[in-house]
């Protein structure tokens, strides 16, 4: 089961829940307020595979846009 980001709307915290991706945009209680006014946030990875990314952002410089160019070496 994938790991899922929620903001809670009335406390601002953000918190992490273990569910079914039937149910990542379903309801759920913030585990610090415990209000019900949460939504789900948008994650970010980043993987890298010998050195250079390959998904995700970040990294490399303005010339290349943050992929992988051989100028630079990024």
Do not use: W
Request: one cysteine or more; glycine letters at 16%; proline letters at 3%.
């Amino acid at each position: 089961m994938p790991i899922y980001e929620y903001v809670c709307q009335e406390c601002g915290r953000k918190f992490e829940a273990l569910r079914s991706m039937k149910d990542a945009d379903s309801p759920i209680i913030c585990k610090y307020c415990h209000a019900t006014n949460t939504r789900r946030a948008l994650s970010v990875c980043n993987c890298q595979s010998d050195g250079r990314a390959i998904a995700g952002g970040g990294g490399g410089c303005s010339g290349c846009a943050g992929g992988s160019c051989g100028s630079c070496g990024h």
